[in-house]
């Protein structure tokens, strides 16, 4: 069943506006309560959180429901370890972490912006 419920809650945060994402929601709902209530509970209780992503104008929506940019941040992290290979203490790979993090919120901040809030 897990491709069939990932297919069902694609299609809940693909729909067009929060109205179609909450009608499509209560169908799967009511498609699993007999045979996967447990599912059906689940879903009632924790997809709704998640539709406030509907708030959001439609340009911003993939940017705010992917890890793309948090997936980026640790290839990134990752990198740029691999070139140190072993560090004498927590601290220092702490530090190494933290001027990464530093450097790229200061890039988001005054040249690549990833999300345009003059859409908002």
């Known amino acids: 069943m897990k491709r069939e419920v990932a297919a069902d809650i694609r299609a809940i945060f693909n729909a067009a506006t929060r109205y179609d994402a909450e009608t499509l929601l209560a169908q799967v709902i009511k498609k699993y309560a007999p045979k996967a209530a447990k599912l059906a509970n689940w879903l009632e209780t924790n997809i709704p959180e998640g539709l406030t992503v509907f708030s959001f104008p439609n340009t911003h929506r993939r940017l705010i429901r992917t890890t793309n940019s948090l997936e980026r941040l640790n ?43 003059d859409n908002l």
């Open 75 to 117: 290839r990134e992290i990752r990198r740029r370890s691999r070139v140190a290979t072993l560090f004498p203490n927590e601290a220092s790979c702490l530090r190494l972490v933290t001027a990464v993090v530093m450097e790229i919120s200061d890039e988001w901040q005054t040249g690549r912006t990833y999300i345009r809030l």
